[in-house]
């Protein structure tokens, strides 16, 4: 006997959820759930036979203190479908001053389906020499200006420019894409300068710190882990800010991430680009001073340094940095 689970959204507007068992002899339906859009169960259409608790979009219902399918856990925060809107603010929300941080599905839930109870967010690859993005469910211009903290004119020229598959080709006026886009143009016409251990070449730290300061890569230049550990203390703590606890500061293309090991020694460093809606935290990193630079989640950089994201004297909750400029 195998278990099976089925979402669809029907022409009308309501969502349909059924729960069942396959058997040699046929289906066993044990649960089926129709929904008006923003998740309140339609009387006379929903059976339930096993106390099943996962039902409109998958996510689990909490029928303790609200009584039946009047509270949806999404993980992050709790959605309330008799109003549509969710009881907590979004963690994600002072990246969009322009909706309520209680909005769910940004108003669309016929449209979108949130995984988490989380803001939509852009996926950063690399693609004809530059950083194209790719949308999640529910992105749109709005969620791009705030994601890479450009104008919503800037945003909307953008967005309306995407590509056939909704891609987005970010143009030079975002922070970091000038010098990441260079540093893509360096790789190619020298690439007897990558592969190996040469002087002439840059690492992770200079990245880092350029995009950090909006300044241009020097690409002749290597910064040891304890003078990048110098360069975040000096002027007294005063040149770079820990934004760490204030996720909504993160800046694409200029947030600085510092990896450490058990011994508290500087190991590696990133430039922010960005947070999906699982939780995955992209970067653009030039690992080393012999291998080419390239979009990294952090998942992957952890497991390259064996370290992981760390602040100044192995300080917990801490690793990312902002310039004061």
């Known amino acids: ?27 066993c339906l044990q649960n089926t759930f129709d929904y008006s859009p ?31 399918g009047n509270s949806v856990n999404y ?19 002072a990246k969009f001053a322009g909706w309520s941080p209680y909005n769910f599905c940004m108003d669309s839930p016929i449209m979108l389906i949130d995984p988490d109870g989380r803001a939509p967010i852009w996926v950063p690859s690399v693609k004809n020499g530059g950083i194209v993005l790719t949308p999640e469910k529910g992105d749109n211009a709005k969620t791009l200006s705030s994601f890479l903290g450009i104008s919503q004119k800037q945003a909307n020229v953008l967005f309306n420019s995407r590509c056939e598959n909704g891609t987005v080709e970010l143009s030079q006026d975002v922070p970091g894409i000038k ?38 890569i020097d690409y002749n230049n290597i910064i040891e882990g304890y003078e990048l550990a110098q360069e975040l203390r000096s002027d007294d703590g005063m040149k770079y800010t820990d934004v760490t606890d204030n996720p909504s500061q ?15 020694n500087t190991t590696h460093s990133a430039t922010y680009l960005g947070t999906s809606k699982n939780g ?4 653009w990193s030039k690992n080393g001073n ?8 952090v ?27």
């Open 38 to 68: 923003f998740g309140v169960t339609l009387d006379g259409r929903t059976m339930q036979r096993d106390g099943y608790r996962y039902s409109f979009q998958g996510q689990e219902h909490d029928d303790e203190v609200k009584g039946e």
């Open 290 to 297: 012999s291998d080419k630079p390239g979009v990294y989640t």
């Open 1 to 27: 006997m195998t278990h099976f689970r089925q979402s669809t959204r029907s022409q009308l507007p309501a969502y349909q959820y059924a729960y069942g068992n396959k058997t040699a002899s046929g289906v």
């Open 250 to 264: 993160y800046q694409f293309g200029e947030t600085l991430i510092r990896f450490g090991n058990s011994a508290g």
């Open 75 to 93: 993980k992050y925060r709790m959605h309330d479908p008799r109003v549509g809107r969710f009881f907590a603010v979004d963690p994600l929300a």
């Open 179 to 216: 010098q990441i886009e260079n540093a893509i143009v360096d790789y190619k016409l020298n690439p007897s300068d990558y592969g190996g251990y040469f002087d002439n070449n840059y690492d992770c730290h200079e990245s880092s710190l350029a995009l950090c300061n909006d300044q241009m």
């Open 280 to 283: 995955t935290i992209y970067t």
């Open 299 to 325: 998942d992957q950089l952890e497991g390259i340094y064996n370290s992981e994201i760390q602040g100044l004297g192995k300080e917990p909750g801490g690793g990312f940095y902002n310039a004061n400029y």
